[in-house]
């Protein structure tokens, strides 16, 4: 059973930094790109950032560029997004979300994680 | 970036309607299109993938379809587990981009 688990998620005050984590299990996490999706409180979804599989290819929303990084570690099964210069607006609920791709073919987000919670506030 | 305008933003039906909702891309897409049900405090869930293929272990109730610029997710009877938000997101260029939702509420 392919499962994702968020961590990392807390209250920060505006200009601070945070790092998210994704614990990957029950799939070949390096042969999967990876992506982040947020919501704030009581809105819809937004797509934050996507890596290929190898971390050899990144995108990134215009809202997060320069101040969001994402990364993955394929021998911790882990993926990750730094956020820096963390601003109100940045407030969410943060999901990662496996992509699937079946050969060359590529179907969309498939499995989502439960989601962690980033409030930024002073 | 390619806007995709989801209707309507809410509904209002009963058990055992056939519920219909839309979503038009500001330009073609082929068929990169996913649907996701979200109930509250919940992660999404895919219900349709490629615009008209069902996710495996989903009720067949729930069917998609459309290609190029106009989808639509249709319930075909509403059951009470089914009262929850909608929506559809682009997978054919970046940035990908999300429907605004759709709240399906109880009548």
């Known amino acids: 059973e392919v499962q994702l688990l968020e961590s990392g998620g807390s209250m920060v005050q505006p200009g601070g930094s945070l790092r998210l984590s994704c614990a990957a299990a029950?799939?070949?996490?390096?042969?999967?790109?990876m992506s982040w999706v947020r919501q704030p409180p009581g809105k819809g979804l937004e797509w934050v950032s996507s890596?290929?599989?190898?971390?050899?290819?990144?995108n990134y929303a215009d809202s997060v560029k320069g101040r969001f990084t994402i990364s993955r570690d394929n021998s911790k099964n882990t993926l990750y997004l730094q956020m820096n210069s963390l601003r109100a607006e940045d407030t969410a609920v943060y999901y990662c979300?496996?992509?699937?791709?079946?050969?060359?073919?590529?179907?969309?987000?498939?499995?989502w994680g439960q989601g962690t919670t980033v409030t930024v506030s002073s | 970036d390619i806007q995709m305008t989801q209707s309507p933003s809410s509904l209002s039906a009963s058990v055992g309607d056939r519920v219909t909702i839309t979503c038009r891309a500001s330009?073609?897409?082929?068929?990169?299109l996913g649907w996701y049900q979200q109930k509250p405090g919940k992660a999404p869930k895919r219900l349709i993938y490629?615009?008209?293929s069902l996710q495996s272990g989903v009720p067949s109730r729930f069917s998609g379809s459309g290609s190029g610029t106009e989808f639509t997710l249709t319930i075909s009877s509403l059951q009470p587990e089914d009262f929850a938000t909608y929506y559809c997101?682009?997978?054919?260029?970046?940035?990908?981009?999300f429907g605004q939702g759709t709240k399906v509420e109880i009548k």
């Open positions: 979300a496996k992509e699937q791709w079946l050969g060359r073919d590529y179907y969309g987000m498939d499995v």
């Open positions: 029950g799939f070949s996490f390096s042969s999967q790109a």
């Open positions: 890596i290929s599989g190898s971390g050899g290819t990144t």
């Open positions: 330009q073609g897409i082929r068929n990169d």
């Open positions: 490629e615009a008209s």
């Open positions: 997101l682009q997978h054919n260029s970046y940035p990908r981009t």
